[in-house]
């Protein structure tokens, strides 16, 4: 092959690349996309809305999480579920359960059933010190049982609620505390009602009889006026018999001076 058609060739196969049309690479197609594509997103400001701060929704989150966690008990009751009471249709009767206080602060307690009409608690509420325990009396009419079923052997419709609050020290119980501070109560346990029989010994009839006396020792104990820690007080008898000598020793040394004046 000659020198001219060497160049003929070359020459053709110049033109020829820049006849082709011209496609850009990979690189500059991604770089043109995410040039583009950050345009197009929008800008986001250090502004109050930009942080993605919320308090309304991080308020609910966290109460949903207070939710999920396990109820910490602020009582100990014994019985722990269960208001055991004896089988005597036609009656009125007795159950008794111990509340003790075993957090580090005051706490008031408050008794709810659902038959008001036919249950009431002694004491209804109260408040309990870090510590401290009290026997509680429950009072409940039982019905006679329509054909004669019996009730030992039935579950009872009636439930019993305790609810604690915690409260700042000691004061007086009023049931209000727990209306003005719902937000803060907590429910304890919910009690079913189980009936025993009377006249078989089992070892819960006996821990009921058992928590009753308790129960009637510590009304009585409550009635009895509080002691008076103050000063003590001098009787009035001891008053006056005390004012008489001071006198009789006034007068015998006012004699004694005259005599030794004359």
């Avoid at 989150?61 to 396990?70: D, G």
């Avoid at 001098?234 to 008053?239: F, K, P, Q, R, T």
Wanted: charged share 30%; net charge positive; aromatic share 6%.
């Amino acid at each position: 092959m000659t020198i001219a058609d060497q160049k003929s060739s070359s020459d053709g196969k110049v033109w020829g690349f820049f006849k082709r049309p011209f496609r850009p690479s990979g690189n500059t197609t991604v770089t043109t996309s995410s040039t583009s594509s950050s345009h197009n997103a929008p800008q986001h400001t250090n502004g109050p809305q930009g942080d993605g701060s919320n308090p309304q929704a991080a308020n609910s989150v966290s109460s949903v999480a207070r939710s999920l966690l396990p109820t910490r008990r602020r009582l100990k009751l014994d019985p722990h579920n269960k208001l055991y009471f004896p089988c005597e249709p036609g009656k009125q009767v007795r159950s008794a359960i111990r509340i003790k206080n075993t957090s580090k602060s005051f706490v008031a307690f408050k008794f709810q059933t659902t038959a008001p009409k036919s249950c009431f608690m002694r004491p209804p509420g109260a408040i309990l010190s870090p510590g401290e325990s009290i026997i509680a009396t429950v009072f409940k009419f039982v019905e006679v049982p329509e054909n004669n079923e019996k009730l030992v052997d039935q579950k009872s419709r009636v439930k019993f609620k305790i609810m604690s609050l915690k409260v700042k020290g000691a004061m007086d119980y009023v049931p209000e505390l727990f209306d003005e501070l719902k937000d803060q109560v907590a429910i304890e346990q919910i009690l079913r009602v189980v009936f025993l029989d009377p006249e078989r010994s089992t070892p819960a009839m006996e821990k009921l009889k058992r928590q009753l006396a308790d129960a009637d020792a510590a009304l009585e104990e409550r009635k009895k006026p509080p002691e008076d820690t103050g000063p003590k007080i001098i009787g009035e008898g001891l008053v006056i018999d005390e004012w008489k000598e001071r006198r009789e020793r006034y007068l015998a040394r006012q004699q004694v001076e005259g005599v030794d004046s004359a």
